[in-house]
């Protein structure tokens, strides 16, 4: 598959298929068998809250769901192209065109500026500087951090680091956004906020998210929740409203 | 693509300057050193350029017989006054010719004395050197044929033995004999590999012969083409009359030698390759040691940056921009540091050249090589962890703490 059919698709369906996902961590007595039989959709503009105990195959699902890793048996479509076909450099393209990623612990370059970690995205994009600027500023006032833009992250908490990692994110508009646990280490008010910040990015911008969390308050602002157990999903429920 | 990455790469450099300085200042050592050492040597060897026209490019000194180095000399019967006047009546490539006995003397004035080269010729002898004088006369016809005790003195001895005395007409004292100071020559100065010029009594050839050597022997004729295009030919020629005069068995070696100044030096220019060869194999090892210092520091750095290289690889980098931006990094601080080694190389070379007494000479060309060359090694030896980085697998370099 070409980088450009990589990098322009259409696609009606849904942004995630699993059919009978399974994975598998090592072989013989090592086996783990982190995912079991998983099987789900999820559809441009959801926001997903994915829960379950610690070691039930959440983060493997995030994983897969992120081109970052493929399953050992099943399919995974990701806007309709079958991943585990695509060669490492592929699924890299995939992620860097239709891929936000945030993770529990922040994640950003240290040392480094909130402008320059939103550029970085659209560096390897290859958008142009005057561009990359606007687009960086429009997505760190989206967080409310448009006066932090020379801040590196030590000058930053860990609120407005995760704030800064969201925008980094969303910053190319992705079909996606993956993440993992973001209000994992961070506090009550904090996370709240986060949660707040998620939540209006899917309404206003018709983001499409997918959450990890183990906390019943923060999967609240999802609109849809997978609940994992030995990785399977054991259990779905929706609500109307945020 | 390359556009990105040198600004990726520019980025990561400012983002840890301590760790970059480090990575880059074996090359910054071993780029400085051959900076020095290149620089230095170019001035040594324009400076010996310099001795030889000093000395005269158009010189040739015959000698009896072959001149070995480190072996017997042959035996062949010494020079007379004859060969002298030979060369003379049947040159036609040669503007002078002189005779030349050479012996080191103590020198003594008043209660001044001193070892100086004592040489007996004639009035040749300055068109032959190309030497003028700044005081006085040269031997008239009349005291060359009778071998007056006239003699001229250098400036080293004028200043050794008269200091500020007036010295024309005063008489030096040379072993039993003496003479008297007709003329001063002017300065020539240290040349390398005949020491001072200027330390030097000359005397009338007779006079040599009759007070000081006591025979009639000629060591040297020093001769000099009419130009130094010519230098060549007049070698063949004066071999052409100095075999007809001295003959030796068929197949053997000729009694005599003929050199040039040129090959005079040539020994010196030998010993300078060995050095230059020497030096650039320690420039060579330096390079390499910063090469491994480079590799070095960027592996460690590879393990210090894993989470980086995942966000990077997560947020859509390549295999190959991770490489890449690895490789560009290498490569700029090692061209960096290939810069600031040819600065600090220029300032010490620039220092250390008057101490050495040889101009400073700069060199442009191996300035760009030494720049390319270390961007190169940079290259090379970035590669080996700039690999290992772009290998990583994205998941386990984000789970790296
Ligand atoms: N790289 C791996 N190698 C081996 N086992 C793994 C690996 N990643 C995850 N696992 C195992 O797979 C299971 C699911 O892990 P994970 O998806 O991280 O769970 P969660 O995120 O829900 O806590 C766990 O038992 C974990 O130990
Ligand atoms: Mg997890």
Redesign the interface.
């Known amino acids: 598959m070409s980088e450009n059919e990589l990098s322009e698709r259409d696609h009606e369906g849904p942004v995630v298929a699993f059919e009978h996902v399974a994975k598998v961590y090592g072989d013989g007595e090592m086996a783990v068998r982190a995912l079991d039989d998983v099987s789900f959709e999820i559809h441009a503009g959801e926001f997903v809250a994915v829960m379950g105990a610690s070691g039930s195959g959440k983060s493997t699902t995030m ?1 897969i769901m ?1 081109c ?2 493929t399953p050992s048996s099943g399919q995974y479509l990701f806007k309709g192209v079958d991943v585990k076909t695509l060669s ?2 592929q699924r ?6 239709y ?1 936000g ?1 945030v ?1 529990q612990g922040f ?1 950003l ?4 500026t909130a402008l ?1 970690n939103l550029e ?2 659209l ?4 958008i142009a500087k005057a561009e990359r600027r606007d687009m960086a500023m429009a997505a760190l006032n989206a967080v409310g951090l448009e006066n932090r833009e020379h801040h590196t992250a030590a000058e930053l908490s860990g609120g407005q680091q995760q704030r800064v990692a969201i925008a ?1 994110a969303m910053v190319t508009t992705p079909s996606l956004l993956l993440a993992d646990e973001p209000t994992g280490n961070l506090d009550t008010a904090r996370s709240q906020e986060i949660m707040e910040l998620l939540a209006r990015l899917n309404e206003d911008k018709g983001l499409t998210i997918v959450l990890v969390t183990h906390e019943d308050d923060m999967a609240a602002f999802a609109r849809r929740t997978l609940v994992f157990r030995d990785g399977n999903i054991v259990h779905e429920t929706r609500s109307q409203a945020a | ?1 390359i556009g ?1 990455i040198l ?2 790469s520019m ?1 990561e450099i400012r ?2 300057v301590l760790r970059s300085i480090l990575t880059t200042l074996g090359i910054v050592i071993g780029v400085a050193a051959v900076i020095v050492v290149v620089t230095l040597g170019a001035g040594t060897k324009a400076q010996v350029q310099e001795e030889i026209s000093k000395l005269g490019s158009t010189m040739l000194t015959v000698f009896p017989g072959q001149r070995r180095r480190g072996g017997a000399a042959q035996t062949a019967p010494p020079f007379e006054i004859d060969d002298v006047n030979a060369l003379r009546r049947e040159t036609t490539l040669l503007s002078s010719v002189a005779p030349m006995s050479i012996g080191r003397k103590m020198i003594v004035y008043g209660n001044e004395n001193r070892r100086s080269q004592l040489v007996g010729t004639d009035r040749e002898f300055v068109n032959v050197r190309n030497w003028a004088l700044t005081a006085g006369r040269l031997f008239s016809p009349a005291e060359e044929q009778s071998g007056k005790s006239v003699c001229i003195i250098g400036l080293t001895v004028r200043k050794e033995l008269f200091k500020d005395e007036p010295y024309l007409g005063n008489v030096l004292r040379i072993g039993k004999a003496s003479c008297e100071v007709i003329g001063l020559l002017e300065p020539k100065g240290q040349v390398m590999f005949s020491g001072d010029q200027d330390d030097v009594v000359v005397v009338p050839i007779k006079y040599y012969q009759r007070r000081i050597s006591g025979n009639t022997n000629v060591d040297q004729i020093y001769v000099s083409a009419l130009d130094d295009d010519l230098v060549p030919a007049a070698q063949a020629e004066v071999e052409m009359i100095m075999r007809e005069r001295r003959p030796s068995q068929p197949g053997a070696e000729d009694l005599f030698s003929v050199r040039g100044v040129q090959e005079m030096s040539t020994a010196f220019q030998s010993s300078t390759a060995v050095m230059t060869a020497f030096l650039s194999a320690i420039a060579a090892i330096s390079l390499l040691v910063g090469g491994i210092g480079i590799m070095n520091i960027m592996l460690v750095s590879v393990t210090e940056r894993t ?2 290289i ?12 991770v490489l890449l931006q690895f490789l560009v990094e290498a490569a700029m601080l090692a061209g960096f540091g290939g810069l600031v080694g040819i600065a600090i190389g220029l300032g010490g070379a620039m220092a250390l050249a008057p101490l050495l007494n040889v101009p400073f000479i700069v060199q442009p060309d191996m300035m760009v090589m030494a720049f390319v060359f270390s961007a190169l090694v940079g290259v090379v030896f970035g590669y080996m962890p700039a690999r290992s980085a772009a290998r990583l697998d ?2 386990d370099a ?1 789970r790296h703490e």
């Open positions: 994983n992120g970052l890793d490492r450099d890299a393209l995939l992620r860097r065109h891929l990623f993770f994640n370059l240290s040392r480094t320059e970085l995205p560096i390897y994009r290859r980094r | 693509m990105n600004l990726l980025r983002r840890n989470r980086e995942g966000i990077r690889m997560a947020i859509g980098a390549r295999e190959k921009e994205p998941i984000l």
